[in-house]
């Protein structure tokens, strides 16, 4: 039976730091605070994904208590998750998300961060999709104190006899 999986995340913008989204490093004044790269798009993503698995979600997996976890590159964190939903026994169907962002603007890096996502995630190009939208000037996106994303993720069982490593 196939499953579904929803993720939402935000990060706050802030001076001195990088803006990384799926694992693409975009060229901007501001980039997004946290305990990791703050990469709020594999964050989506890796919730959605664990919801589908009804395996938690990010912060049980990796805690920001844990300096394991201190910068890490969360694409590799995206990664981490997808090895262990195959050893699990599920393949990913789709992907779908939306990034919620007041500027810089998104398009001429869409196909550079749908590329580092879908080798991330080892699946066909054409089961990740990823939107951009803005904040209409409204709310925090609006006003680019910080971003959202959001992501739907669907799971399919292995067939049978072909177990993931
Ligand atoms: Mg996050």
Request: negative net charge.
């Given at each position: 039976m196939s499953r579904t999986g929803i993720g939402y995340d935000v990060h706050r913008l802030q001076e001195g730091r990088r803006l990384v989204l799926g694992g693409v490093e975009i060229p901007h004044e501001r980039g997004l605070e946290g305990h990791s790269d703050a990469d709020v798009l594999c964050h989506a993503i890796i919730d959605a994904l664990l919801g589908a698995a009804g395996s938690g979600d990010i912060g049980e997996h990796f805690?920001?208590?844990?300096?394991?976890?201190?910068?890490?590159?969360s694409l590799e964190l995206l990664g981490l998750v997808c090895a262990r939903l195959s050893v699990a026994g599920w393949r990913i169907g789709n992907v779908d998300s939306t990034v919620i962002i007041e500027r810089p603007k998104l398009g001429p890096h869409r196909q550079a961060i749908l590329t580092s996502l879908a080798e991330e995630m080892a699946v066909a190009a054409d089961r990740v999709n990823v939107k951009f939208t803005t904040g209409e000037g409204m709310g925090f996106v609006g006003r680019a104190e910080g971003v959202a994303a959001l992501a739907v993720a669907t799971l399919d069982p292995a067939p049978t006899g072909a177990s993931g490593e």
């Open positions: 805690p920001d208590s844990d300096d394991t976890w201190r910068g890490a590159y």
